[in-house]
């Protein structure tokens, strides 16, 4: 099935490091998702960006939507132990549909 | 306030057995979608249902079938399973109007085909 780029494919990082993950399309959102998986768990919403250019920010984490509508990145800052889990990004394939389609997963490790 | 509720949360079924996994969306969203995770992998999207009507379709085959109830709870059904149906299948409903592009899951259904 059809997945988007997600970088890196995994990371492993010193607690308290700030961590940058990033996903392009080929293809134009309306909108763009973020997401934290823990194992065995369902996804849990981090962010939602509406906007081309938009910054949002959500505790340490901040994503945006990039400007030309294809990418979108997402930040996280002072990483700590629980931030480990699964990070996936999210574009929506056209406006009033539910479709979206996901990234290959961001898997982050934090070293203490 | 319940979050979107799935049920069974794990299952064992054999090659060419039909099964049926149930959601209840958060209260107040009336649109539900399904997606499949296979390990290792992103979520796929199956389908998506609205007003008790499919509304759009992923790529996947008509052995996936749905349905949706006047109380927006919904049904995913797979007939004559094969060994590559086993996954996680996720729930999804609508975020609050306000924000109407958002999607919420619940914890998903694993499902083990031998």
């Known amino acids: 099935g059809q997945q988007l780029n997600q970088s890196p494919q995994s990371m492993f990082i010193q607690e308290g490091e700030d961590v940058s993950m990033n996903c392009t399309s080929s293809?134009?959102?309306?909108?763009w998702l973020w997401y934290k998986q823990d194992p065995g768990e369902g996804p849990v919403l981090l962010i939602a960006?509406?906007?081309?250019?938009e910054l949002t920010s959500n505790g340490r984490l901040t994503a945006q939507f990039g400007i030309t509508r294809k990418d979108s990145f997402l930040n996280i800052s002072a990483s700590i132990p629980s931030d480990v889990g699964i990070y996936f990004c999210?574009?929506?394939?056209?406006?009033?549909?539910?479709?979206?389609?996901f990234g290959t997963g961001t898997r982050l490790k934090v070293l203490a | 306030d319940a979050g979107v509720t799935q049920s069974p949360t794990h299952l064992i079924k054999t090659r060419g057995q039909q099964v049926t996994l149930r959601c209840s969306p958060k209260?107040?969203?009336?649109?539900v979608s399904w997606y499949q995770q296979a390990l290792g992998q992103g979520p796929q999207f199956i389908f998506q249902?609205?007003?008790?009507?499919?509304?759009q379709r992923g790529n996947f085959p008509d052995r996936f079938s749905g349905h949706q109830f006047p109380n927006y709870s919904s049904e995913l059904n797979v007939n004559a399973l094969l060994l590559g149906d086993s996954a996680l299948y996720l729930c999804?409903?609508?975020?609050?109007?306000?924000?109407?592009?958002?999607?919420?899951f619940g914890e998903g259904s694993w499902l083990t085909v031998v």
């Open positions: 999804a409903s609508r975020g609050d109007r306000g924000n109407g592009n958002t999607i919420y």
């Open positions: 293809s134009i959102f309306n909108t």
């Open positions: 960006l509406y906007k081309a250019g």
């Open positions: 999210a574009g929506q394939v056209r406006s009033g549909t539910y479709k979206y389609i």
């Open positions: 209260s107040g969203h009336d649109t």
């Open positions: 249902y609205y007003e008790e009507e499919e509304r």
